[in-house]
């Protein structure tokens, strides 16, 4: 029976219309799209989550998608936090193609919600 890890990494790479990258070691990423580094991570809890369920609380009611961004205080950058349903069409069909922001490189049309994969859109799996 495969790993909860090892199905979730297929069902990113199925969404996106890519590969999952097989045994390649520590420092290659799980799925290559593009110009991205694609990492997949399963664990029991994220503090994040609680977070990003706060702010989809507070301004989903008009059903625009949420995006959290967080920082460190006293650290650089910062992190963009979305639900991957909402991301998804914006990689895929060429959103931001048409903003010139960026070129999709396997342009894919997103499957309707009852053929996507389970651990990638919403659905708790056992695992």
């Not at 992190?79 to 349903?85: E, K, N, Q, S």
């Amino acid at each position: 029976m495969d790993k909860a890890w090892k199905k979730f990494e297929r069902s990113v790479a199925q969404a996106l219309g890519c590969e999952r990258r097989v045994g390649l070691g520590r420092s290659v990423d799980d799925i290559t799209f593009g110009p991205m580094h694609i990492d997949c991570k399963v664990r029991k809890r994220f503090a994040i989550w609680s977070l990003f369920r706060e702010t989809q609380r507070k301004y989903s009611a008009d059903g625009k998608p949420v995006v959290l961004v967080i920082k460190e205080a006293g650290r650089r950058g910062a992190l963009v936090v979305m639900d991957f349903r909402d991301w998804l069409p914006l990689v895929t069909n060429g959103l931001l193609e048409e903003t010139g922001a960026y070129k999709t490189p396997c342009r894919v049309e997103v499957a309707p919600p009852e053929a996507s994969p389970k651990a990638v859109f919403g659905e708790v799996e056992d695992g």
